[in-house]
């Protein structure tokens, strides 16, 4: 239910952004990490403090905290909270359910009550913040448990807090990257995939105040694997002209045949780096082209992903192809032409894709991108031998070989060979299969004859298991992957082809 995240359905409330109805100087929020004008608050325990200067913000410390320091804006804060209303039925409380609430301090993510008033607590202080409707939920309210224009009391105990946030990959949330922002920047954008930054830095090692490396102006783009992968999360997770702190733990470096660890730095140090992301250019939104701008720019990323492919680098591959994938998905004012070459292109990138789940063994999602081309154009047989291949590595024999089948029986098609070769291989899983349960069941189970009947006259000759098979029973090579718009390259060479 969580109240205190619903505070966004009252609009004049949601303050987030752009759209903030308040400066940071109406919060009370400075640069003094935190600091609020002191005559207002007190340690005293069951005297009423009135926080706003009005009345409108009232808190009363029930037990006292320890310490002296206070959670400062942008601190990750975890509270414990009963909400009432005056008349002191309850509406909400993370004690019902066990499970203590987190949010990000001063940013607009919860109501405008508990950002000014959590911030005068120390770790441990349990106290009631009284809430005007001006600081909790306006004339609208919070149907149906908050009525219009109410005042709500917050029994609030603050656990703890951390002025570091966790920004690891993938939300993952598991600590390897943190960031502690020094100084706010611009807008709401952030850096992503293929945005060009410039950024400065300063490293140490964690607890050290010996400067290891530092860079002035250096321009990159994201998903280079220009800097060690960790610290590119971080940049991630800024905003243009802000300063932070970004700690990144050993496990989170990347590669370190990439990225050589500095000089009298061990392999288990914990890195620290003082960055600015001074600026940032992201590439062009597929919505913001027209016509032969998103042709040209789903042409350019397709390339790129192709060369990433042919070094081996088959996850920053995939986003290549996924961005160009990008700039031709909609349709929406194209011609009738440029419909077409569009759907050239998507029926390309989804192969490259099934080509690089290929070669991560990922099966499913082999046959999700084989039945996307196929979709747009279904006799492609290119997408029917790779969709062969995932069935056969899953031991789905019957759609394997119905695949391979209409590959090897489509006239002039440039995959027959490959598919002939993996034929083989089902064949032989079939039949060691079949001799298995022969063996287990004895006679239970009559020979099964594969080719039941002659094929009729004139139509395309099904391949057998004698004739899928080498003299010598060898296996066979393995399909070489070509570039799904480009003819397939001879067997046998050892250097990697793009998808």
Not at 21 to 36: R, T
Not at 97 to 110: A, K, T, Y
Not at 373 to 382: C, F, V, W
Request: charged content about 35%.
């Amino acid at each position: 239910f969580f109240f205190v995240l619903l505070y966004m359905a009252d609009d004049n409330l949601h303050l987030n952004n752009e759209d903030d109805d308040f400066s940071d100087d109406d919060y009370g929020f400075s640069d003094n990490d935190g600091d609020v004008d002191k005559s207002r608050t007190t340690d005293e325990v069951g005297k009423e403090q009135d926080l706003s200067g009005d009345g409108k913000l009232k808190k009363t410390i029930q037990t006292k905290g320890s310490g002296w320091e206070k959670p400062s804006k942008g601190a990750e804060v975890t509270v414990h909270y009963t909400g009432t209303l005056e008349d002191g039925t309850v509406f909400d409380s993370s004690r019902e359910r066990d499970s203590p609430f987190v949010f990000q301090l001063g940013e607009g993510s919860v109501i405008r009550g508990w950002d000014e008033g959590v911030k005068t607590m120390k770790q441990g202080e349990r106290a009631t913040l009284t809430c005007a409707p001006e600081y909790a939920y306006g004339d609208q309210g919070s149907p149906p448990k908050i009525p219009a224009n109410a005042t709500l009391n917050f029994d609030v105990e603050l656990l703890s807090w951390t002025e570091w946030k966790d920004v690891s990959a993938d939300n993952k949330k598991n600590g390897t990257v943190l960031k502690k922002e020094l100084t706010k920047g611009d807008g709401w954008e952030k850096p992503e995939f293929d945005t060009e930054v410039t950024l400065s830095w300063t490293l140490r090692v964690e607890g050290s105040e010996q400067v290891i490396e530092e860079k002035k102006d250096v321009v990159f783009t994201i998903g280079s694997e220009a800097i060690p992968q960790g610290f590119e999360t971080g940049i991630e997770s800024m905003k243009k002209g802000e300063t932070a702190l970004i700690k990144v733990q050993p496990s989170a470096r990347g590669s370190a045949e990439q990225h050589v660890i500095p000089s009298g730095v061990s392999a288990d140090a914990v890195l620290e780096y003082h960055v600015t992301l001074q600026s940032f250019e992201q590439a062009p939104k597929s919505w913001k082209l027209k016509g032969q701008e998103k042709f040209d720019w789903a042409t350019k990323r397709k390339a790129e992903g192709n060369e990433l492919f042919k070094g081996g680098k088959l996850v920053r591959a995939q986003k290549k192809y996924k961005a160009s994938l990008d700039f031709v998905n909609s349709e929406y004012d194209m011609t009738d032409d440029e419909k077409k070459a569009a759907k050239d292109i998507k029926v390309s990138i989804h192969l490259n894709l099934a080509a690089c789940e290929l070669k991560q063994a990922n099966w499913s999602k082999v046959l999700e991108e084989c039945n996307k081309a196929l979709e747009l154009q279904k006799s492609n047989t290119k997408a029917l031998l790779r969709r062969g291949k995932a069935y056969n590595e899953m031991n789905m024999w019957s759609e394997a070989k119905a695949d391979l089948q209409t590959v090897i029986d489509t006239w002039g098609a440039a995959e027959i060979a490959d598919a002939k070769k993996e034929l083989n291989k089902v064949l032989k899983k079939i039949k060691a299969q079949d001799d298995k349960d022969k063996k287990l069941f004895g006679g239970m189970f009559a020979k099964i004859n594969l080719e039941k009947k002659d094929p009729a006259p004139d139509a395309p000759k099904s391949v057998g298991v004698d004739e899928a098979m080498d003299e010598d029973a060898k296996e066979p090579a393995p399909e070489t992957i070509a570039p799904a718009d480009e003819a397939p390259v001879e067997t046998g060479k050892e250097e990697p082809k793009a998808p």
